[in-house]
């Protein structure tokens, strides 16, 4: 089951970013550049990571140290994407404000202050990789959780919404509180020492990540309504 059930989930993600990426291909790309990049580099780093993960899960611990570099080396490139993703959907947002220029310049210039911020408290030039990337990663994904909230916020009290840019940022927000919980979950089973805890966390994120693949790919392969 430990085995099977992560396997099940990174399959069903790199094959639902299939048509998600055809979808993107078709034209909406070009609206949406960080959202592309971010699922070519989700869709890759996925990739990369499933031969070392499939021995990892399989049990074969030689390859333990190997898989959680490459993992972390993954996260760190996924949580700056993403990062960069949210921030063009608050970028999106701000179109119809008439101080938008002023409302994006400081929140590109927060966002990018806060992730280097965050980062020289964290990091650390020795021990393991994941001694500081895990905080510097878990203060993203918390800034990214605070600006896809800020689009609703935009969205909703706007004139004239986009539905387009509403269901991007909700299927984020999706993956954000299923992280946020699944993540919960795990640390929890730690100190407890429960294997059927840290699974439900970690099925939970990979649940959440697959309802955001899914609902990009149903918002991104008709054609845009206009905002109303």
Do not use: C
Not at 87 to 112: C, E
Not at 136 to 157: K, T
Request: charge should be positive; glycine fraction near 8%.
């Amino acid at each position: 089951m430990r085995f099977a059930l992560p396997m099940l989930g990174e399959a069903v993600g790199l094959l639902l970013e299939l048509p998600l990426i055809a979808a993107l291909l078709r034209g909406p790309y070009r609206r949406w550049p960080f959202v592309f990049v971010y699922v070519i580099g989700d869709f890759l780093t996925s990739l990369v990571e499933l031969p070392s993960a499939y021995q990892y899960w399989r049990g074969l611990r030689s390859t333990g140290a190997s898989y959680a570099t490459l993992y972390w080396i993954d996260e760190i490139i996924i949580q700056i994407l993403v990062y960069l993703a949210v921030v063009s959907l608050v970028y999106g947002a701000t179109k119809p404000l008439r101080s938008r220029r002023i409302v994006r310049n400081l929140v590109i210039l927060g966002a990018v202050a806060l992730a280097g911020i965050s980062l020289l408290v964290h990091y650390r030039a020795t021990g393991a990789l994941g001694s500081w990337v895990t905080p510097w990663v878990r203060d993203l994904n918390f800034s990214s959780a605070v600006l896809d909230l800020g689009v609703w916020a935009l969205l909703i009290g706007s004139p004239r919404r986009d539905p387009q840019l509403l269901l991007l940022s909700g299927g984020l927000g999706i993956q954000f509180a299923g992280s946020a919980i699944g993540e919960s979950l795990q640390h929890l089973a730690i100190p407890a020492r429960s294997r059927p805890l840290s699974l439900l966390g970690s099925q939970i994120v990979t649940i959440s990540n697959l309802l955001r693949i899914y609902i990009w790919w149903q918002t991104l392969r008709k054609p845009a309504d206009k905002p109303h």
